[in-house]
């Protein structure tokens, strides 16, 4: 039986495990707007999973009352896609951090974004690798020192809004963890567009890499005059190194493929396996 909140609030969503993050860690403001999301949205908490990977930030699904999936390192996708296409009627969120989506997980971000599965995706991004101590992540700055690359990083800086919209994801939006009302808005909007929704969280770690300060100066609210049905306009502010654009980028409706494959379903419940054969015999 579906459990049903009647005027649900963020705390019918948190479960009794307190987080685990350092004091002031981003995650505290992406958890609390999450938690805002699904109230906002009177989501069931057994008709919801959030599942994860490894990380600071792949802690997430025991810090709430949904059901939860804490899968291994990268593999997030692969469980939600999964899982969506097994139960269509479950709202499916993938979270994780910088190193798990776009490191290890890279290649899987990549075909869940291309098959456009109706899962929303929260992609909590410090720079930096905070679980393991303080190495460098995709999306580390060029030339950043840290304790895995004490000269500088060599490779270049992974941009996530970009590349989301390169592989013609339907909705891309980033919003700041030190802006929770805001970010809440951007998951309500991402868990109910029907698609792949990828959703860019910066997420400060205080600890490792203190960026809040470079974030408060950067981050720039995304104009009202923003056409979010043009994937050009959206790449020319994902490409802008000075500013920090937060709000929604792109979104586009169209076809999901767990909604084909529930069309193929009922198709394949009149398929001639006989007939078929006699076509190639």
């Not at 459990?3 to 948190?14: H, L, R």
């Not at 929604?248 to 409706?253: A, L, W």
């Amino acid at each position: 039986m579906t459990q049903t909140i009647i005027n649900p609030t963020p705390k019918d969503y948190k479960s009794e495990v307190k987080p685990t993050w350092c004091p002031g860690c981003g995650d505290f403001g992406v958890l609390n707007a999450t938690l805002r999301g699904l109230s906002g949205m009177k989501l069931a908490p057994d008709q919801t999973v959030v599942v994860s990977g490894i990380g600071c930030s792949s802690r997430f699904p025991h810090f709430m009352k949904t059901f939860g999936f804490h899968s291994v390192h990268g593999r997030a996708l692969p469980v939600a896609q999964g899982l969506k296409m097994s139960r269509p009627d479950l709202t499916v969120v993938a979270v994780g951090g910088d190193g798990d989506f776009f490191s290890i997980g890279a290649g899987h971000l990549v075909h869940a974004a291309l098959r456009n599965i109706d899962i929303t995706v929260v992609v909590m991004d410090n720079e930096i690798y905070g679980l393991t101590k303080g190495q460098t992540s995709p999306t580390s700055p060029h030339g950043h020192v840290t304790k895995s690359t004490p000269y500088g990083l060599m490779a270049s800086q992974f941009n996530p809004i970009a590349t989301a919209l390169s592989l013609n994801v339907s909705f891309v939006a980033r919003g700041y963890s030190a802006k929770p009302k805001d970010l809440a808005a951007l998951i309500e909007q991402g868990i109910q567009h029907k698609g792949f929704s990828f959703i860019h969280a910066l997420s400060p770690c205080p600890t490792f890499y203190h960026t809040f300060d470079a974030w408060d100066a950067s981050v720039t609210p995304i104009s009202p005059e923003h056409d979010i049905a043009d994937r050009g306009q959206a790449m020319t502010l994902a490409l802008d190194t000075e500013k920090q654009f937060t709000g929604v980028f792109f979104r586009q409706e169209r076809e999901t493929m767990d909604q084909a494959a529930q069309k193929l379903a009922e198709r394949a419940k009149s398929f001639d396996i006989e007939q078929y054969i006699q076509r190639y015999a």
